[in-house]
Structures are given as C-alpha cells and as structure tokens.
C-alpha cells in the first residue's frame, strides 16, 4: 500500500496475500486490522478489506497545518528534556562530513551546523 503496488479502494484477498508472503492467513488479518487502526485498510462490511481512499487536498493541507503546530513544540521539548547520552546516540548518527554538533561556549548547548 505504502509503495502503490496496491490501487486505493482495492479489495484485498487475505487468502492471496498470505501465498504470496509464505504466512498463514491469520497473520495477515492481524496486519490488517492494524492498517485499519492506521486508516490505510477499511473493513466496510463482512466482505473484507480493501485499502483506503487517497487523502483529499484539503485533508492534507489540515495534516500540515497540524504538523506545523505540533512539531515545533515537540521539537522544543525533546531540546529541553535532552540528556549526554541521547545527543551522543545522536552524533554518533550524524554523517559528520555534512552536519556535526558543537558545544555551546556558555550553557552546554548543542547548536546544528551545517558544512
């Protein structure tokens, strides 16, 4: 679904799916049920699935407005409650050839710096 290979509004065939994958039909009613709790899978009727609509302009317009407003605040809060052993995780991530972190002369802080 995520790459396409699957067309919204498609009926999925749970009994397909689980030959293709080598897994037994259970397995994949239990990952549908958990798309259909992410809205990417409907269980409209006893029919069976099919894979959810594609969102409207305006749903994802009303994402990013939400994003906008969240993400800088969970930004700031993930800088203030941050630990020594978590920006070191971090750094330790960081391809150093493009962003690296320094120490701030004063207080400790880790400032950004692209090169």
């Known amino acids: 679904m995520m790459e396409h290979e699957i067309a919204p509004m498609t009926r999925i ?3 397909a799916v689980a030959a293709r994958l080598g897994v037994a039909p259970t397995a994949v ?7 259909e709790a992410d809205g990417l899978a409907q269980k409209p009727t ?6 959810s609509a594609l969102l409207s302009a ?12 969240l993400e ?6 993930a800088a ?8 070191d995780a971090l750094e330790a991530e960081v391809d150093p050839r493009r962003i690296s972190f320094r120490l ?3 207080r400790g802080d880790h400032a950004l710096q692209s090169q």
Not at 29 to 35: H, K, P, V, Y
Not at 61 to 69: G, Y
Not at 80 to 87: A, D, M, Y
């Open 72 to 77: 800088p605040l969970a930004a700031a809060e």
């Open 46 to 51: 006893i029919r069976g699935y099919t894979t």
């Open 13 to 15: 065939c749970i009994d």
């Open 58 to 69: 305006e749903e994802v317009d009303q994402l990013f407005q939400m994003r906008t407003l």
């Open 104 to 106: 701030g002369p004063a």
């Open 29 to 35: 009613r239990e990952a549908l049920d958990r798309l």
């Open 80 to 87: 203030r409650s941050r630990s020594r052993k978590l920006t």
